[in-house]
């Protein structure tokens, strides 16, 4: 059994937690990851932030109207990219889901909450004080999971293809 393999089927995203703290060493090894991903031209135009503080919390979740939940997250992740990088998206992306398997090996639950294109990225970005030059791409609530939902995923073969695209009716 390979062990990243079971670790990426093991992962769901979770939306209820249970109040336990996330240890600072993972929330600091989560953000290493993290800035590790691979980025176009290796420029790494990010910033990674973590509060664990519960009246920002509150006044995130507040703002993000599909991450509710942010409020009883024991830590939520803000990564933010630096918008005059053509690829900042791309790389936060993939920073953002380095975020999420490293926090899964731990036994940290999560769920990637949408930032970019969001109406609240920029209050967001300004409730954290974070410099303009940074534009939020990605939230990610986490903690000790509550209760986990299973998402139905779409049968490979309907979104996979081996050498040439082949449609079903030929
Ligand atoms: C770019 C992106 C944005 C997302 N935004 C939200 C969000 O705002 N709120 C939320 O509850 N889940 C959000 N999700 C999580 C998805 O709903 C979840 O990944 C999907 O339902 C599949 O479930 P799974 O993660 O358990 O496989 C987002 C995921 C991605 C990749």
């Known amino acids: 059994m390979n062990v ?67 409020a009883d997250c024991a830590v939520c992740f803000a990564i933010f990219g630096e918008k005059k990088e053509m690829y900042y998206l791309e790389d936060c992306s993939a920073a953002t889901e380095n975020l999420i398997l490293a926090l899964q090996a731990h036994g940290v639950a999560s769920c990637w909450v949408a930032g970019d294109k969001k109406p609240y990225a920029e209050p967001v970005r300004q409730l954290l004080k974070v410099p303009d030059k940074f534009t939020l791409v990605s939230l990610v609530a986490a903690g000790t999971p509550a209760d986990i939902t299973i998402a139905k995923k779409k049968a490979l073969k309907l979104v996979s293809f081996a050498e040439i695209y082949e449609t079903e009716d030929h």
Do not use: Y
């Open 4 to 70: 990243v393999t079971t670790l990426i089927k093991s992962r769901h995203s979770v939306r209820k937690f249970k109040p336990d703290p996330v240890n600072e060493i993972v929330v600091r090894d989560a953000i290493e990851c993290a800035s590790l991903a691979p980025t176009a031209r290796n420029l790494q135009p990010w910033l990674f932030g973590a509060i664990k503080d519960k009246e920002t919390l509150a006044k995130i979740a507040g703002l993000a109207e599909n991450g509710k939940f942010i």
